[in-house]
């Protein structure tokens, strides 16, 4: 067992009486079923997408959330102790942002030197002297608290700009309620809505205008930020929606939504994003994550941002080194609750302590914005030591020394036993209607990687628990759903939907399109291959893999090659680096539908993260490994089951908005661009054989059944062709993709008055081709090949682009216009990630 204090079990070996309970139900449980519950639990957080990018790692933004069962238990007592000095420090926070951003008494008084407020990166000029809503500038406030060898809690550092984990938090509630009620029931653990109430209520106060039913919005960097999980998740929880900066214009000092519709204005921003990147124009030049005028509009009152700009300030780790006296100063009171022993560099005392004490320290820099990781001296060579006092006597006011504090250790399970593990616990306020705060009575509780690492970080390969904070008596059953009674005005509208929303929603329409047709046609090939010995058997792989190679950058198959055709199907199905492969566009499917995570349905989820495991399945770790066509084969059914699933939901779940529409053109128009590409592929140039060809076709379409049942056995090309491009009874014809085309362009938002839109003259331009050609016609051959059909594809396939090209210029107009077969990049990442690593 490490050193130090342990949260579970006192010095005697017995557990802690707050833990008595919740050990009993454990023992009731037994390992069995406690280790079915949490692959349950980790299905759950599998399933609901809940993931943390840990930077490096090869599963990027869909690395899961790492979670362990036992949760940390804090009685009420100790936590209405922590509670009292968490208000009390956040009331002290506000204090001092608001002398050092208005009179800076402070600064002139020598409370706090200047040499730690001027040259600090986060002081933001541009808002000095800005009048923020109410006078509050921290509407949520975390602090990271560690426990040291003595029992008491200590505050360890200070979250002020935008705090991160709260959704987290909640999500970990949920996902514990589900897999032990009978320990949370009979531990009596006070729950987290209350805290989340008086967030959305906080926020809801600073409109400057609107205040019965303001426009709240929550900034996000956008889905390559360590923790845009827990930004969509916040988003939807609370109500809000999701922007990234592109989404939000200034005009005229006011900060707009950019909709389908138009402009809406926006009275709250709930952000995510650093200080200097949510501004270009007066914060940092190079920050294309901001709102450029942002500023402007904040200090004209016309919107309101949480937290206020400029908070980051106080994210210095220099700070808690001056908090007593600043106490005293400000407040009349002595400091409640404890920081970790400090020491800022700049001061000549503290500087002969920190020299001197070196090897039992922790150097941090005093400017966060520096990106010096900690550096633990004790850990380093002689020499290295020495170089690093020499930088801190070169520039002492760049350096803070803290107390290496030893943490205390909490259970986790390890298979099927408890080990310690290190933690620190981030403990969580908000700004009430009262003038105080809120506290959360829980937390996020993150521990560390294994028993021989004291340093607790998520993005370190640490976890995260669950932190359940007892009550004495009953607990509050307040729940943020609406009770029983409640009253609302109906409405049939889904409310307005961001363009960039819009425009990701439309490739992912594309992507799942482009997927499925992908692998029916890889299908088709792979059947061939598995069932028959080889040309000679199937004379139309030749025209499969012709319509393979249109489809990208595959290689056609010559008639009379030696070369092995499955050998040609796996690069085709598994190549990552090849941007037109199948595990590339699912790839694309998980990444378009993570951005869009607020507006999809769980179900809808959980099929693009069933999709995204599919043909990891196979890929092939060796020469030895490769996979037969039979296990591609198979791979390829469950694949086309899957993708089925997810046009069934489309088509059945998804209410007929604005955002249905735009996936649903992305769709129809992939798909026609897909038939495009595979007919004229295979039925332009006539064949020597060409009812397998035809035969092909059909099955590759999914058509065949209805083919057999119209014509028996009977392979004729213009029946296929009438079929296949004209039958708009068959959901698989290309009139079908441009019929619909036509009535989802001409449901989009558009000013009244007026003829027809470009888009809707595009369309129908399309959609006539092909309901004015003759299928006799398109069957016709004139020395090897069908110039009616080819004529009507050429006409049809380049109206297509064009039409796509004027709904982006139409509604998506802040985003590059997209190609035909384009591999665009849906998140369009510019700039640095921004937010605070947990």
């Not at 008491?152 to 705090?163: E, K």
């Not at 340093?455 to 004495?472: F, I």
């Not at 009253?487 to 992912?508: E, I, K, Q």
């Not at 076709?697 to 062709?721: F, H, K, P, Q």
Request: one cysteine or more; glycine letters at 8%; proline letters at 7%.
């Amino acid at each position: 067992m490490p050193a130090g204090f342990d949260e579970a079990i006192d010095r005697n070996g017995k557990s802690r009486p707050h833990w008595a309970k919740f050990f009993g139900s454990l023992q009731e449980l037994g390992p069995i079923e406690m280790a079915r519950r949490w692959r349950e639990a980790k299905d759950l957080i599998r399933e609901n997408g809940v993931t943390y990018n840990v930077y490096g790692d090869p599963d990027g933004i869909a690395r899961p959330w790492q979670l362990d069962p036992i949760p940390l238990l804090i009685p009420n007592i100790e936590a209405a102790a922590l509670e009292h000095g968490l208000v009390q420090r956040a009331q002290l926070l506000e204090l001092v942002l608001a002398d050092l951003y208005g009179p800076q008494w402070l600064l002139k008084d020598g409370v706090l030197p200047p040499e730690l407020v001027v040259p600090n990166p986060g002081f933001l000029r541009p808002v000095h002297g800005v009048r923020v809503p109410g006078g509050r500038y921290l509407h949520l406030y975390a602090a990271n608290l560690g426990r040291g060898a003595d029992g008491n809690w200590r505050v360890i550092g200070d979250r002020t700009q935008a705090p991160s984990g709260a959704g987290y938090a909640l999500e970990n509630r949920i996902v514990m309620t589900r897999t032990l009620p009978e320990a949370f029931r009979d531990c009596r653990v006070n729950r987290l809505a209350l805290f989340f109430q008086t967030v959305r209520d906080t926020l809801r106060s600073l409109a400057p205008r609107n205040k019965d039913n303001p426009r709240v919005v929550l900034l996000t960097p956008g889905p390559y930020n360590e923790t845009y999980f827990e930004h969509a998740y916040l988003a939807r929880y609370l109500g809000y929606t999701l922007v990234e900066g592109g989404d939000l214009t200034v005009r005229d000092n006011r900060v707009f939504l950019k909709v389908l519709g138009g402009l809406q204005p926006v009275e709250v921003i709930f952000r995510r994003l650093d200080d200097d990147f949510c501004d270009p124009l007066e914060l940092r030049p190079d920050s294309f994550l901001g709102v450029p005028g942002l500023v402007h509009a904040v200090r004209s009152g016309n919107v309101a941002v949480a937290n206020a700009l400029g908070t980051g300030l106080l994210e210095t780790p220099a700070l808690p080194a001056f908090l007593p006296r600043l106490c005293r100063t400000l407040l009349g009171e002595e400091l409640l609750l404890d920081s970790v022993p400090t020491w800022w560099c700049g001061d000549p005392e503290s500087l002969r302590y920190v020299l001197d004490r070196l090897a039992d320290l922790v150097i941090k820099p005093a400017f966060p914005a520096s990106r010096m990781e900690p550096e633990f001296p004790a850990d380093l060579s002689t020499t290295q030591r020495a170089a690093l006092a020499a930088r801190i006597r070169n520039r002492p006011r760049d350096f803070v020394a803290q107390e290496r504090i030893d943490l205390s250790a909490t259970p986790v399970l390890d298979g099927n036993r408890l080990v310690p593990r290190k933690l620190v616990v981030r403990s969580y306020l908000a700004a009430d209607s009262r003038g105080g705060f809120a506290f959360m009575p829980g937390g996020l509780t993150r521990v560390s990687a294994s028993s021989d690492t004291t340093v607790v970080s998520m993005q370190r390969g640490g976890g995260s628990k669950d932190t359940w904070v007892l009550a004495d008596t009953e607990v509050s059953d307040f729940s943020l759903l609406p009770a029983a009674g409640y009253r609302v005005a109906l409405t049939r509208s889904g409310g307005d939907l961001p363009s960039r929303a819009a425009d990701n929603l439309f490739w992912l329409g594309r992507y799942a399109e482009r997927a499925e047709g992908l692998t029916r046609l890889l299908r088709g090939i792979v059947v061939r291959l598995t069932e028959r010995s080889g040309l000679v058997d199937s004379p139309e792989l030749p025209s499969l893999f012709a319509a393979l190679a249109a489809q990208g950058d595959h290689k056609p198959l010559r008639v009379n090659t030696s070369d092995d055709p499955f050998a040609r199907v796996l690069p085709a199905v598994f190549a990552a680096s090849d941007s037109n492969s199948l595990v590339s566009v699912v790839r694309c499917v998980r990444l378009v539908a993570s951005v869009v995570r607020d507006l999809i349905s769980l179900d809808m989820w959980r099929v693009v993260n069933t999709l995204s495991a599919l043909p990891g399945e196979l890929t092939p770790d060796t020469d030895d490994d490769e996979p037969t066509p039979a296990d591609v084969l198979d791979l390829l059914n469950r694949t086309v089951t899957t993708l089925a699933a997810f046009g069934g939901l489309v088509s059945e779940s998804m209410t007929r908005g604005e955002g249905w529409r735009f996936l649903n053109m992305g769709r129809k128009l992939e798909r026609a661009m897909y038939l495009i590409g595979l007919l004229r592929a295979t039925l332009v140039t006539t064949a020597e054989h060409e009812g397998p060809v035809l035969d092909a076709v059909l099955e590759v379409v999914d058509s065949g059944m209805t083919y057999r049942r119209r014509y028996l056995s009977s392979l004729r090309a213009e029946a296929v062709l009438d079929l296949v491009v004209e039958d708009e009874t068959n959901p698989r014809s290309l009139a079908t993709q441009l019929a619909a085309l036509v009535d989802d362009v001409d449901h989009l938002p558009r000013p009244t008055g007026g003829g027809r839109s470009p888009e809707q003259r595009f369309a129908l331009a399309a959609l006539g081709s092909v309901r004015l050609a003759e299928p006799e016609r398109l069957a016709m051959v004139e020395d090897g090949v069908r110039p009616g059909l080819r004529d009507l594809l050429n006409h049809v396939g380049g109206w297509l682009p064009i039409l796509s090209d004027a709904i982006t210029q139409q509604y998506l107009s802040h985003l590059q216009t997209s190609r035909h077969m384009a591999t665009p990049d849906p998140i369009r990442r510019t700039g640095a990630d921004s937010g605070e690593p947990l």
